[in-house]
């Protein structure tokens, strides 16, 4: 009697340890999907950082022209008005 309670005891250890092994299989899977996921994002990320910068750097040519152009707008107005 007590072999046998032995055996049920190991088949229940077994059974709990094959579950546990599943369930950290599937978690690895879903870690590496995630983690590529976050990959893929992160260079999103970079790429969008990296167009917000050019953007910006042309906003601020863009705003330098246009000061450039009025003061001359300027110049030339007050030497019309001479």
Known sequence: MELNAMAASHHRQHQAWEQDRQRVLVLE???ARLDEELHKRIE???ALTKHVCVVENREKEMQME???A???LCETEKKQER
Do not use: G, N
């Open 66 to 68: 246009l000061s450039e």
């Open 70 to 72: 009025k003061q001359k």
């Open 44 to 46: 999103v990320m970079r």
């Open 29 to 31: 899977q879903r870690c």
